[in-house]
């Protein structure tokens, strides 16, 4: 019992994580109907610009605490062109395709950019530290943690919060709201839907991009990164639902603690619980949690 409240500040981290990386996931599948392999590149994508051009900004001297905005920015610089041009040079054409074939197309598209990323960045990993330890520790239950955590689980409710400020207290995003749920409709009353997918793809590429970079001071940032993330992001937006902004975070919250419990319970079965979790969900709820509603046209 003493190991409880370690579980809950473990779980809530993970679970603060979780969603970052999951986030832009579920939009642009809630949006576009795509189911982004690409996610996981952008996040690795990400991690290294982070990586590097921060490491590059310590090395002249520059100030230390200003290497967050760095961070944010070089990832944001970063990966916004491959976004874009993904979209707009192939995607923009396949979506009257089957979604099997854009899975695929987004698969293809994954495995060119890790070996992008590797012609960019090589094959060395990137460590930066700095930015991790810059913020200290704090105590829980005679355990410490670096602050750095606090600011992930910030980032995670900012991210959250924004995006569904911006889908339900803005004009766009009720523009937005009106595509995800009939675009033929949406195009027919004038809405530019074309504008809105490639804002749509942006964004989420943004948010796994940003999830990268507020990553990389916490791991080393190897080939093959991006594998893990889009694997456990499937998992969270499957268990809340494809598309479901509240299903992340409940996914989230869910795989959080369930690993955090087998961590300090029973580490063996640490990589299982993950996918017991979400086949459980599946067998109950084969939509997920938080499912959207499927219209019917006749």
């Known amino acids: 019992m003493d190991q409880i409240p370690s579980v809950i500040v473990d779980g809530v981290m993970y679970s603060a994580w979780l ?3 999951a986030l832009g996931l579920t ?6 109907k795509i189911v982004n392999v690409t996610h996981g590149s952008f996040y690795a994508i990400g991690a290294y610009a982070a990586a590097s051009l921060t490491a590059a900004y310590l090395a002249r001297g520059f100030p230390p605490m200003l290497s967050y905005a760095v961070l944010v920015v070089a990832a944001i610089v970063v990966a916004a062109p491959f976004a874009i041009a993904i979209e707009r040079v192939i995607l923009r054409f396949m979506y009257a395709r089957d979604e099997v074939v854009i899975l695929l197309a987004t698969y293809a598209l994954f495995l060119i950019l890790e070996d992008v990323i590797k012609l960019i960045w090589g094959v060395n990993p990137y460590f930066i530290a700095e930015p991790y330890a810059l913020l200290g520790s704090f105590q829980v239950a005679d355990m ?7 600011l992930l689980v910030a980032a995670a409710l900012v991210f959250g919060g924004g ?4 889908l339900h207290s803005t004009r766009a995003g ?6 995800i749920h009939d675009p033929e409709v949406s195009r027919a009353m004038g809405v530019n839907v074309g504008r809105y997918y490639l804002a749509t793809f942006l964004l989420g590429s943004l948010l796994a991009a940003l999830a990268g970079a507020f ?16 694997v456990l992001s499937f998992a969270v937006v499957v268990i809340g639902g494809l598309g479901s902004l509240p299903g992340a975070a409940l996914g989230a919250v869910i ?9 300090h319970y029973m580490p063996q079965l640490e990589l299982f619980v993950i996918y ?7 067998a109950v709820r084969p939509r997920g949690l938080f499912s959207l509603a499927e219209p019917r046209k006749i």
């Open 19 to 21: 969603f970052m990386a």
């Open 27 to 32: 939009l642009i599948y809630g949006v576009m």
């Open 144 to 150: 410490a943690y670096p602050t750095y955590n606090l």
């Open 163 to 166: 995006l569904a400020w911006l």
């Open 174 to 179: 009720k523009l937005l709201v009106a595509v």
């Open 215 to 230: 990553t990389a001071p916490t791991v080393s940032v190897v080939p093959g990164l991006g594998v893990d993330v889009i």
């Open 255 to 263: 795989v959080g603690i369930v690993r955090s419990l087998s961590v």
């Open 276 to 282: 017991f979790v979400m086949a459980a969900v599946l």
